[in-house]
Nanobody
Framework: QVQLVESGGGLVQPGGSLRLSCAASGSILSINTMGWYRQAPGKERELVATITSGSNTNYADSVKGRFTVSNDNAKNTVYLQMNSLKPEDTAVYYC???????????????WGQGTQVTVSS
């Protein structure tokens, strides 16, 4: 079974930086796309950034120029470098993997458990 384990969340002051990591495990042969979504209290989960195995990226307008998504295909890991953080970036950040092929299964979408990011002075 494919599992995603996130790390790197925490409390940071406005203008600060954090780096999130997400590692996928479970006899993985390939992953088409990995990325990050976030959900703030009382709001729906929204796209933050995604990256394909070919390194094509997609960002929400609200984070363009501040966040950078990257990956390491060999490690089945995706990263999110978050700079110039704002209080409105406060949310639970979820890792997602799409079109995951393992030795005995194809899974369309897998989610991590989420990691809290709080931006506050």
């Amino acid at each position: 079974q494919v599992q995603l384990v996130e790390s790197g969340g925490g409390l940071v002051q406005p203008g600060g930086s954090l780096r999130l990591s997400c590692a996928a495990s479970g006899s993985i042969l390939s992953i088409n796309t990995m990325g990050w979504y976030r959900q703030a209290p009382g709001k729906e989960r929204e796209l933050v950034a995604t990256i394909t195995s070919g390194s094509n990226t997609n960002y929400a307008d609200s984070v363009k120029g501040r966040f950078t998504v990257s990956n390491d295909n060999a490690k089945n890991t995706v990263y999110l470098q978050m700079n110039s953080l704002k209080p409105e970036d406060t949310a639970v950040y979820y890792c997602n993997a799409k079109n995951v092929r393992t030795i005995n299964r194809f899974t369309v979408s897998v989610w991590g458990q989420g990691t809290q990011v709080t931006v506050s002075s």
